[in-house]
Every structure is written in structure tokens, then in C-alpha cells.
């Protein structure tokens, strides 16, 4: 029992969360209305992790003052072509150009889209040290070493105002954190949950943006 | 349209570079001519599929005939390229003639996919997610673009199919 206060101790300690937020014009949605968080997957090196924006999702639209979100591949498939990552609206003004297009209004019509939210980052890992080997042999086997590495997790979420077709602010979120894992005959995986602590952080943060808080 | 034998029949082979014999094939034929029999009926009225220029008279409301090819096809792996995706790159060369044969429009258009970043993806599962993303990529740029090319543009006006 002791040891698994101290590990949580130590797991709750190895990962810091900043959260900025720039907020341009007031927000509120009304029950009915829904928002759709999409990742941006336009950059040749990196693409926001679908995992990542389903997370974000999930915590948007749970808990205390949730708000109803329309899930990313859905929303893509029936809005297809025009939110692929070679079609979809950089900017305020292609959204503007879009909702010039009948099917498109139609469609994000019929969705109850109040607001869109860009997420655009990725989590990485780096300084990466250590080793661990493994051996098993007729009397037994185990592990021995030790390694060690940091996650950094960076992303922004830009939110998009479907009324007024402009930009109503950004939350950004970066997140780091150090993953221990020494080995002693097993594993013993202390791992800073860096992707998952971006998550909470962002997804309520920007609960509370789009709410007017 | 007319599907050639070449598209129809489209595989893709990775050859290991060690033995030299074949790693993967990439058969990709049936998922073009899906991807095509889905995506032309969006962009123009009717479609109807031909054998053969040839068999283009036996149709007097024809206004064009389209032929896509594919000039290059390039599958990055894992275990090559070092990354946790799959990647696949397409180069199509799109033509559209009127139904006696004469040139309209002859242009290229590129496919790109990747597949979600995963450490411990299967060979199948990867090359289709990158697949998957790169016929995805195509439709979207060929129904959204194919009026922008300037001599589609301009054969589009002379039938008096775009407005003012």
C-alpha cells in the first residue's frame, strides 16, 4: 500500500502542464448546439495523433458543464472532400469561402455546429538513456538496468466561431514530463502520463472557453 | 471511361534488397477502379464505363471520355524508411478526349497517405490505412479541382456547363 502511494506520488510529480489562453470575442453555446474538434494533419513532418483529439473530445464532452461534440471521423466523412488535409480551411477566410458553398452550409447546418476547434501539435520523446537487458535461463529469468526519458507534448487549439465565421481565441497547452523505469528481476514502469495530463489540462480548459467562462 | 489494362491491373511489388525477390505486392487495380466508379458519377451527370475508344460511337451523347493512368506508384516501409508509419505516393496521369478521340485536357495529379503512427502495426494493416488516406487525398483533390484546370475550364465553358 505504501508503495503504491509513493509510486503515485512520484508518478503525479514527474509531469508539469502549462496552459495559456487567448481569448478574442465572448462564447456561449446553447444546449442544442454542438462543436466538432478536428486534428490538423497538413504538416509534412508530424500529424495531430487521432487518439489525441479523441481524448480531448471525451473530456469536453463529459463531466460538469460537458458540451456535445460531433466526432471527428464522422463529421469528415460527411463533410468530405472539403476538411480532408489537402482541402480543409487554413484560415477564417477559406471557412468563409466554404460556407459560400450550398452543400457544405447545409451539412454543418444539419450537424448544429456552433464553434470549431483546430488541435494542432504533437508529443514526442526525448533524451531517451539508459538500458535494460533481460536474460532467461533454466532457473529463471529477470530483468536489470535502468532507463529513462522525457515526453514533451505541445499543442494549440484554435477555436472558430461558425456565426460570425472568425476566430474567438487559442488555448495552448504544453506538457512535460520524465518516465522512469528501472528494472530490479521485473519492470518497474514509473511512467509520467505527459499525453493524457495535455488532455485533461486542454480539454477542460477549453470547456470553460467555449462555455464563457 | 475507359479503365486500360494497366490500371485495372495495377500491382505494385517491393522487392527485398537483400534477396532480391519479391517482399510485397501491392495489388491496388480493384480499389482505383472502385475509387474512380465512385468519385465520376459525383463530378459529372452520367457515366458510362467503355472497352475502347473505338466503342465510343456507339454513344452519340457522349461529350468526353476519360482515361487515368497511373505513371508511378511508391510504398515507404517502416523497416526502410525508419519511421512508425507507411506511406504511399501515387502519380496519375488524367486525360480527357472528346468521344471522336480528339485531345481536350492530359494532366497530372498526385496521391499522398500515411498511416496513423503506430509501433507494432501489421505490414497489411498499414499499407491499407496509407491506402486508404492517399485514394481519400485523390478524391478530394479531383472533385474539388478538376474545374481549376485551365483546359478542363476552358472545354467546361464551351459546353456552357460553368456559370458566368
Same mark, same amino acid.
Given at each position: 500500500m505504501?508503495?503504491?502511494?509513493?509510486?503515485?506520488?512520484?508518478l503525479s510529480s514527474?509531469?508539469?502542464t502549462?496552459i495559456?489562453?487567448?481569448?478574442?470575442?465572448?462564447?456561449?453555446?446553447n444546449?442544442?448546439?454542438?462543436?466538432?474538434?478536428l486534428?490538423r494533419?497538413?504538416?509534412?513532418?508530424y500529424?495531430?495523433?487521432?487518439s489525441?483529439?479523441?481524448?480531448?473530445?471525451?473530456?469536453?464532452s463529459?463531466?460538469?458543464?460537458s458540451?456535445?461534440?460531433?466526432?471527428?471521423r464522422?463529421?469528415?466523412?460527411?463533410?468530405?472532400?472539403?476538411?480532408?488535409?489537402?482541402?480543409?480551411?487554413?484560415?477564417?477566410?477559406?471557412?468563409?469561402?466554404?460556407?459560400?458553398?450550398?452543400?457544405?452550409?447545409?451539412?454543418m447546418?444539419?450537424?448544429?455546429?456552433e464553434?470549431?476547434?483546430?488541435?494542432?501539435?504533437?508529443?514526442?520523446?526525448?533524451?531517451?538513456?539508459?538500458?535494460?537487458?533481460?536474460?532467461?535461463?533454466?532457473?529463471g529469468?529477470?530483468c536489470?538496468?535502468?532507463?529513462?526519458?522525457?515526453d514533451?507534448?505541445?499543442?494549440?487549439a484554435?477555436?472558430?466561431?461558425?456565426?460570425t465565421?472568425?476566430?474567438?481565441g487559442?488555448?495552448?497547452?504544453?506538457?512535460?514530463?520524465?518516465s522512469?523505469?528501472?528494472?530490479?528481476?521485473?519492470?518497474?514502469?514509473?511512467?509520467?502520463?505527459?499525453?493524457?495530463?495535455?488532455?485533461?489540462?486542454?480539454?477542460?480548459?477549453?470547456?470553460?472557453?467555449?462555455?464563457?467562462s | 471511361?475507359?479503365?486500360d489494362?494497366?490500371?485495372?491491373n495495377?500491382?505494385?511489388?517491393?522487392?527485398?534488397?537483400?534477396?532480391?525477390?519479391?517482399q510485397?505486392?501491392?495489388?491496388?487495380?480493384?480499389?482505383?477502379?472502385a475509387l $474512380?466508379?465512385?468519385?465520376?458519377?459525383?463530378?459529372?451527370?452520367?457515366?458510362?464505363?467503355?472497352?475502347?475508344?473505338?466503342?465510343?460511337s456507339n454513344?452519340?451523347e457522349?461529350?468526353?471520355?476519360?482515361?487515368p493512368?497511373?505513371e508511378?506508384?511508391?510504398?515507404?516501409?517502416?523497416?526502410?524508411?525508419?519511421l512508425?508509419?507507411?506511406?504511399?505516393?501515387?502519380?496519375?496521369?488524367?486525360?480527357l478526349?472528346r468521344?471522336?478521340g480528339?485531345y481536350?485536357?492530359?494532366?497530372?495529379?498526385?496521391?499522398?497517405?500515411?498511416s496513423?503512427?503506430?509501433? $507494432?502495426?501489421?505490414?497489411d494493416a498499414?499499407?491499407?490505412?496509407?491506402?486508404?488516406?492517399?485514394?481519400r487525398?485523390l478524391?478530394a483533390?479531383?472533385?474539388?479541382?478538376?474545374?481549376n484546370?485551365?483546359?478542363?475550364?476552358e472545354?467546361?465553358?464551351?459546353?456552357?456547363?460553368l456559370?458566368?
Amino acid at each position: 500500500m505504501l508503495l503504491a502511494v509513493s509510486a503515485a506520488i512520484i508518478l503525479s510529480s514527474c509531469t508539469t502542464t502549462e496552459i495559456d489562453e487567448f481569448r478574442q470575442s465572448a462564447t456561449t453555446i446553447n444546449q442544442d448546439e454542438s462543436i466538432v474538434i478536428l486534428g490538423r494533419r497538413q504538416n509534412n513532418n508530424y500529424e495531430t495523433e487521432e487518439s489525441f483529439v479523441g481524448c480531448v473530445a471525451d473530456v469536453v464532452s463529459s463531466g460538469q458543464n460537458s458540451i456535445s461534440v460531433i466526432d471527428e471521423r464522422e463529421f469528415l466523412d460527411a463533410m468530405f472532400p472539403f476538411f480532408e488535409p489537402r482541402t480543409a480551411p487554413m484560415r477564417t477566410g477559406h471557412l468563409e469561402q466554404l460556407m459560400a458553398v450550398d452543400v457544405a452550409a447545409e451539412k454543418m447546418e444539419e450537424f448544429g455546429i456552433e464553434y470549431i476547434v483546430w488541435l494542432d501539435g504533437i508529443t514526442e520523446r526525448s533524451d531517451q538513456s539508459g538500458s535494460i537487458s533481460c536474460t532467461i535461463g533454466p532457473g529463471g529469468g529477470g530483468c536489470f538496468g535502468f532507463g529513462t526519458w522525457t515526453d514533451d507534448s505541445i499543442y494549440e487549439a484554435e477555436i472558430w466561431d461558425m456565426d460570425t465565421l472568425s476566430s474567438v481565441g487559442s488555448i495552448s497547452t504544453e506538457a512535460n514530463g520524465q518516465s522512469y523505469m528501472p528494472a530490479v528481476v521485473v519492470p518497474i514502469p514509473l511512467i509520467a502520463r505527459v499525453e493524457a495530463n495535455a488532455c485533461s489540462g486542454l480539454g477542460n480548459q477549453l470547456k470553460q472557453f467555449i462555455n464563457g467562462s | 471511361m475507359i479503365y486500360d489494362d494497366g490500371f485495372s491491373n495495377h500491382s505494385f511489388i517491393e522487392i527485398n534488397d537483400t534477396t532480391g525477390d519479391d517482399q510485397y505486392i501491392i495489388n491496388s487495380g480493384a480499389s482505383q477502379i472502385a475509387l $474512380f466508379n465512385t468519385m465520376l458519377p459525383a463530378v459529372f451527370e452520367e457515366v458510362v464505363q467503355l472497352d475502347s475508344l473505338e466503342s465510343a460511337s456507339n454513344y452519340s451523347e457522349l461529350d468526353a471520355v476519360f482515361f487515368p493512368a497511373i505513371e508511378e506508384f511508391q510504398v515507404g516501409l517502416p523497416q526502410k524508411t525508419r519511421l512508425n508509419v507507411y506511406e504511399i505516393w501515387v502519380k496519375y496521369n488524367m486525360r480527357l478526349a472528346r468521344a471522336n478521340g480528339d485531345y481536350i485536357a492530359d494532366w497530372v495529379m498526385t496521391a499522398y497517405g500515411k498511416s496513423p503512427e503506430e509501433t $507494432f502495426q501489421s505490414v497489411d494493416a498499414g499499407v491499407n490505412d496509407a491506402a486508404n488516406v492517399a485514394l481519400r487525398d485523390l478524391a478530394a483533390s479531383f472533385t474539388l479541382g478538376l474545374s481549376n484546370i485551365p483546359e478542363v475550364n476552358e472545354w467546361l465553358r464551351s459546353e456552357n456547363v460553368l456559370g458566368e
